[in-house]
Nanobody
Framework: DVQLVESGGGSVQSGGSLRLSCAASGYRGSGVCMGWFRQAPGKAREGVATIYTGTGSTYYADSVKGRFTISQDNAKNTVYLQMNSLKPEDTAMYYC?????????????????????WGQGTQVTVS
């Protein structure tokens, strides 16, 4: 079975850093579109960053460009989201997601509906 397990959330002061991890299992094939989404209370789920594991190509939302970095470790089947210069507006539940059918060719916010597999989420709080 496909499984995504996030870790690494927590509380941090403004300007601080956190690294989220998403361990993926059960995927086969040459590439998977992996994404990090976030959802704050009362707001829609927002695509933060994506990476296509076959090529390493990435997408970032304008709100995090230059501060967040998505990366992968294929040997560990893990995708990371390094978050630097965190702001209070980054506070949200962060979710890892996977789309087995597309190549992450996003030029604007990836629709959550494109992603069929989701982790349980990890809370990030910036004060």
């Amino acid at each position: 079975d496909v499984q995504l397990v996030e870790s690494g959330g927590g509380s941090v002061q403004s300007g601080g850093s956190l690294r989220l991890s998403c361990a993926a299992s059960g995927y086969r094939g040459s590439g998977v579109c992996m994404g990090w989404f976030r959802q704050a209370p009362g707001k829609a789920r927002e695509g933060v960053a994506t990476i296509y594991t076959g090529t390493g190509s990435t997408y970032y939302a304008d709100s995090v460009k230059g501060r967040f970095t998505i990366s992968q470790d294929n040997a560990k089947n893990t995708v990371y989201l390094q978050m630097n210069s965190l702001k209070p507006e980054d506070t949200a539940m962060y979710y890892c997601a996977a789309d087995r059918f597309r190549r992450c060719l996003y030029k604007s916010g990836p629709p959550p509906s494109d992603f069929g597999d989701w982790g349980q989420g990890t809370q990030v709080t910036v004060s």
